[in-house]
């Protein structure tokens, strides 16, 4: 990894967490965050209301896609935030690097804070992230040497709670939008790229709860409570993004 | 192109007829053109037909919520400076800061004081109209003669006297508000957002570096150097409509050789429009589309240069004939290469049938040398070929293509974004027409 890339703070997240995620009215969405928020802090990252802007990865034959329709796969992401909504992707001077690796009921995350303008570098191999001792950094360095490059934008509102140590984290995420990205290129001047155009919206609220052990009595009721009353099938961000820009989401 | 001044338009979207009343008639009795969408679908189609001044918003809709319309309004690059003031019963902090959240400029909770709306009505507007700027119409057509024009259109009297001192030996000064002439010229404070039309069309523009700030790249000073840079700037605009209008007499070329065949006939314009469409749905800059529209138009001119027959061969090709076609990308490059000025073009009609994955012709590039505006053609091509009948197959309806052109994105051909633009395109023209039906 070059010295760029070295000041990086790094939260990896070596035990497993579960995480459901439910689709859910306005109403029962400020019912669910509520309750969350007399239980638990505001998250330091998260601030309300700022805006999310995350951009996926892909290669050119969709690996991570299928993988992850298949209900594993490593995720490769960038996420920014904004006080207001931009049109553009990277045009923070830091962005948080994800990788996040799935399995069918448990998943596991490593974030790393970077410079914006290392992100062609890091897509064109010449930054990797293999001197980090965890097998996510390896991995992700093959996705990178396979062609990822960003292929999908959401942007949301996200209010989070979290316990400390994330042993619990609870979100909501409002305005939630799919957009496509016009990813031509990983020369340096490929960023800010535009994004747009829009896929989808989604009308709803996405909430998310994500645990590590056991939930205590009032998230177990709270968990309860949300899967009688909001579907709990749902498929990833990036599962739903990836759908509508391949024409494959169900009209 | 002259300035124009015009009456404040206001689309209010508010489901309750009585408030929607109110509303409009105390809108109306303060000069205000109104019009009223029921629905945040009907407001939708106002907004994007009447481009008003301001939007007034309520947050419960019978098909949606404000905050959708809200985002849709600043989603659409066309849209997008419009502002939006939220009217709502909802006056909890989270609602507020929502809706602010979506673009909103401001979010008024009902009830509210007439006295209230009025007033923020007004300091919205006035901030609109400050980044806005004056709007640019189209002139009627005028005989030129003699000098040049210019409009110099600065807030400040003193430096717009000014400027009009320095710029009246060479410049025709035509005052602005005077509708109905040609401009050559329009100066502008440095903070003025002037809708100015796409390439060489409407006039050259300069922008006056505010007094006391630095003259930067995009900026000129307002002083005697004034006269010889605008002079510059005037020239360098007739020369780009110079070599508009050489590329407009190959293409007229390129068009002639089309019409002969009935089955593509008015195929290139299509494509052109098509890919014009898309690439300003990617946001892509006035000059790019201009590049991109006059590529798609001269994309196939190497078929000149190749035997009429086999261009017009209704049967399927063998072989050897389908190598011979798939060499006029490189002879339409070879034909244009010589005309310096149109050299942005030729990556577009020497790459339109390359794909992502490497598997097209004629250099077998991938994807990172291929650039955008090449697979925006690419694309709009592919999609107005699959609409018109061949020997072999009807013509496809615009939902089929752009399946087809999906099934080739997973397969790794077509760019995803692109096909995307143009898929969401082909939806709104859709819903579109269901509307007007």
Same mark, same amino acid.
């Given at each position: ?32 965050? =509520? ?46 935030? @904004? ?63 396979? !062609? ?25 995420? @409002?305005?939630?939008? *799919? ?45 309860? *409570? ?16 990836? =759908? ?8 | ?58 947050? !419960? ?5 404000? *905050? ?38 401001? *979010? ?31 002139? &009627? ?57 796409? !390439? ?8 006056? &570096? ?130 310096? /000025? ?9 790459? @339109? ?6 598997? !097209? ?9 291929? /650039? ?66």
């Amino acid at each position: 990894m070059t010295s760029e890339m070295a000041d990086r703070s790094v939260q990896p997240e070596s035990t497993p967490r579960h995480e459901d995620r439910f689709i859910a009215s306005e109403e029962l969405a400020r019912l669910a965050m =509520r309750t969350a928020g007399s239980h638990l802090q505001l998250a330091h990252d998260d601030r309300p209301y700022q805006w999310s802007t995350t951009a996926y990865c892909d290669t050119y034959d969709w690996a991570i896609f299928r993988a992850a329709e298949a209900g594993q796969a490593l995720r490769l992401r960038f996420r920014e935030y @904004h006080r207001t909504r931009p049109d553009e992707a990277f045009t923070s001077a830091r962005v948080w690097l994800e990788l996040k690796e799935d399995t069918v009921d448990m998943s596991r995350k490593e974030r790393f804070e970077i410079a914006g303008d290392v992100v062609p570098a890091f897509l064109r191999g010449e930054t990797d992230l293999t001197d980090v001792s965890t097998a996510l950094g390896q991995k992700a360095a093959e996705l990178v040497h396979a !062609g990822a490059r960003p292929v999908v934008v959401t942007q949301y509102n996200r209010l989070a709670y979290a316990a400390p140590e994330d042993r619990i984290r609870i979100t909501a995420d @409002h305005n939630l939008i *799919y957009l496509a990205v016009p990813w031509t290129t990983n020369d340096d001047d490929a960023i800010p790229v535009r994004i747009g155009p829009i896929l989808a919206r989604e009308t709803d609220v996405v909430i998310e709860m994500k645990w590590l052990g056991e939930l205590p009595a009032w998230a177990e009721e709270l968990h309860g *409570y949300l899967r009688q009353r909001a579907p709990a099938d749902r498929p990833s961000k990036f599962v739903v993004a990836m =759908r509508h820009l391949l024409g494959e989401a169900q009209s | 192109m002259t300035i124009v001044r015009t009456e404040t338009n206001v689309v209010v979207v508010e489901d309750d007829p009585a408030s929607a009343d109110v509303l409009q008639r105390r809108l109306q009795a303060n000069g205000m053109n109104v019009s009223v969408g029921r629905t945040g679908g009907d407001g939708l189609a106002l907004i994007r037909e009447l481009h008003p001044d301001l939007v007034l918003l309520d947050v !419960g809709l019978p098909d949606t919520d404000g *905050y959708d319309v809200c985002l849709q309004v600043k989603s659409d690059s066309v849209t997008a400076d419009i502002p939006v003031i939220f009217l709502s019963a909802r006056g909890d902090v989270f609602d507020k800061v929502r809706g602010l959240s979506c673009g909103a400029s401001d *979010y008024l909770t009902k009830p509210f004081h007439p006295a209230e709306l009025l007033a923020r009505v007004d300091a919205v507007l006035s901030q609109s109209r400050r980044v806005r700027g004056p709007r640019l119409a189209k002139a &009627a057509e005028t005989t030129r003669a003699g000098r040049p024009t210019a409009i110099v259109a600065l807030a400040d009297p003193a430096r717009r006297e000014h400027g009009e001192r320095v710029l009246g030996p060479r410049f025709e000064i035509i005052p602005v508000g005077a509708e109905g002439r040609a401009v050559d010229l329009l100066v502008v404070d440095a903070d003025t957002n002037v809708a100015s039309e796409t !390439g060489n069309e409407g006039p050259a523009i300069l922008r006056i &570096a505010a007094a006391g700030a630095p003259v930067t790249t995009e900026t000129v000073a307002l002083n005697d150097d004034l006269a010889p840079i605008a002079d510059l700037a005037v020239r360098e605009r007739q020369l780009g409509r110079d070599v508009d209008a050489a590329a407009d007499a190959l293409i007229a070329l390129a068009m002639a050789f089309e019409s002969h065949d009935r089955s593509t006939a008015g195929h290139s314009e299509r494509v052109a429009n098509r890919a014009v469409a898309i690439a300003r749905s990617l946001g892509l800059d006035p000059a790019l589309c201009q590049t991109i529209r006059v590529g798609a138009l001269l994309r196939d001119i190497g078929n000149t240069k190749l035997p009429l027959g086999l261009v017009r061969s209704p049967s399927e090709l063998t072989p050897a004939e389908r190598r011979q076609i798939e060499q006029h990308p490189a002879l339409g490059q070879e034909l244009l290469a010589p005309f310096r /000025p149109l050299a942005r073009l030729l990556p577009i009609v020497r790459s @339109h049938h390359e794909h992502l994955d490497g598997s !097209g012709y004629p250099d077998g590039l991938k994807a990172p040398q291929i /650039p955008l505006e090449v697979r925006i053609v690419a694309v709009a091509d592919r999609f107005e070929a699959l609409r018109i009948a061949r020997p072999d197959r009807p013509a496809m309806s615009a939902d089929a293509a752009v399946q087809i052109l999906q099934q080739s994105v997973q397969r790794g051909e077509l760019d995803a974004a692109v096909v995307a633009a143009l898929a969401t395109g082909v939806r709104g023209h859709d819903r579109g027409e269901a509307a007007g039906a």
